[in-house]
């Protein structure tokens, strides 16, 4: 299993109840760059940097930089595989 799969799983569980989310810090909630939102949803750079193109994942932007949260992105991930509309 490659590294990011390892971190991916390791992320969402240690984000996975409700407590967490609410304690979590902005640094370490916070993504800094495309490589870093791939990373954490474990899917290569190319496919992040099309979703974050055609607007399907929550991303902020700050200058050029491209940022998102792992709460957020946690949110939408859960929206979306749990059937609710995103």
Known sequence: MPPSKQNDGASVQ???????LATLDIAADRLNGAGAIAAFRGEPLHRTRYLIRIGAI???REGERIVASKRALLEHWRKATSGEAA
């Open 14 to 20: 240690a984000l996975s109840s409700r407590a967490d």
């Open 58 to 60: 929550p991303v902020a």
